[in-house]
């Protein structure tokens, strides 16, 4: 199957800095990739869909302004946490679309944000 | 939009027994997955079944997309089967996954 790697894998901040969150896909490229967040012992939940090359979609009540994404290229989405705050602190994991393998979507090894 | 329901949320199990974990969702859907969640974060792919079924070794898996279900089949478990199930779907007009809740399982030697 295609691989989507994320950077890094753990991240510890204090609050107010911002943290960038890398996610590629190594193997295919990515006209469409998503940020999810996840909870201790609750399911995934979408963020926003990033996609290449213009502005990303949020889903309702996520703050456009506080997770900044970009998709500069069809391997490349960042999601930037800005001013980074203790409830910010969760499991955020991106996924990427392979078109050529009908539209099986593949996850990366996820992003554990801990904001002290 | 699109609800995902799971069943059992919780299973407990002894080495080497079957289960059948079960996903329902409430409208159409153009993609369906079965992911498993290992201990440490990573969702790795099971299956990609919006219909039919699909068999990969002790797992397989059916969909049934007229009947809004699907099923995962755990034959002869193993101590590594451990871990949480995600049903996840592509709704009408969606491109992202919608995920159910899980099913938490746990096998014992």
């Known amino acids: 199957g295609a691989v989507v790697s994320q950077h890094p894998s753990r991240v510890i901040c204090k609050s107010g800095t911002s943290v960038k969150i890398e996610c590629r896909s190594l193997d295919f490229q990515a006209t469409t990739m998503f940020w999810y967040r996840q909870f201790p012992k609750q399911s995934l939940m979408l963020m926003a869909t990033?996609?290449?090359?213009?502005?990303?979609?949020?889903e309702q009540g996520v703050e456009k302004d506080k997770f900044l994404i970009n998709h500069a290229s069809l391997t490349l989405s960042t999601l930037t946490v800005t001013s980074a705050h203790p409830e910010d602190s969760s499991f955020y994991i991106c996924?990427?679309?392979?078109?050529?393998?009908?539209?099986?979507?593949?996850f990366g090894p996820g992003t554990r944000l801990t904001v002290l | 939009g699109i609800q995902v329901e799971q069943s059992p949320p919780d299973l407990i199990l002894q080495e080497g027994a079957n289960s059948t974990l079960r996903c329902n969702f409430s409208?159409?859907?153009?993609?369906l997955q079965w992911f498993h969640q290992n201990p440490w974060g990573q969702l790795i792919n099971l299956f990609y079944i919006p219909s039919g079924t699909k068999q990969n070794g002790r797992l397989s898996a059916t969909t049934v997309a007229t009947e809004r279900y699907s099923l995962l089949y755990i034959s002869s478990s193993q101590t590594t089967d451990s871990g949480v199930y995600f049903c996840?779907?592509?709704?009408?007009?969606?491109?992202?996954?919608?995920f159910g809740s899980g099913t938490r399982l746990q096998v014992q030697p």
């Open positions: 409208d159409s859907v153009n993609n």
């Open positions: 990033s996609n290449e090359g213009s502005k990303a979609t949020y």
């Open positions: 996840a779907v592509e709704g009408p007009g969606r491109r992202a996954l919608t």
């Open positions: 996924s990427a679309r392979d078109y050529s393998s009908y539209n099986e979507q593949f």
